[in-house]
């Protein structure tokens, strides 16, 4: 199996922004979509956002118009950039590669280590 390995995230106000990164190996990157998910506390994990390899995106709700995944073939790293951040956003973000199929995004068993965000009125 390869590996994802996460980095970015932090502290924000509320308004501002922060950028994840997940690095993933060739083979993972060139053969998956990719995903994000966030878990706050006491919450179960929930998705937020995938890439296909074709460049197809989309958002749930929460986020929509607020964050943006895009991924750079050069450096097989795929990116959540996140913008106009609220104290609901905190929560550990996990990158994901799974597939695509029939229109619907299936996670599989790679994720990466977890990035924090907080995110403070």
């Known amino acids: 199996q390869g590996q994802l390995v996460e980095s970015g995230g932090g502290l924000a106000q509320a308004g501002g922004s922060l950028r994840l990164s997940c690095a993933a190996s060739?083979?993972?990157?060139?053969?998956?979509?990719l995903g994000w998910y966030r878990q706050a506390p006491g919450k179960q994990r929930e998705w937020v956002a995938y890439?296909?390899?074709?460049?197809?995106?989309r958002y749930a709700d929460s986020v929509k118009g607020r964050f943006t995944i895009s991924r750079d073939v050069a450096d097989n790293t795929v990116y959540l950039q996140m913008n106009s951040l609220k104290p609901e956003d905190t929560a550990v973000y996990y990158c994901?590669?799974?597939?695509?199929?029939?229109?619907?995004?299936?996670?599989?068993?790679?994720w990466g280590q977890g990035s924090q965000v907080t995110v403070s009125s």
């Open positions: 060739g083979s993972i990157f060139r053969a998956n979509a």
């Open positions: 994901n590669a799974g597939t695509y199929t029939s229109y619907t995004y299936y996670p599989g068993s790679n």
């Open positions: 890439i296909t390899s074709g460049g197809t995106t």
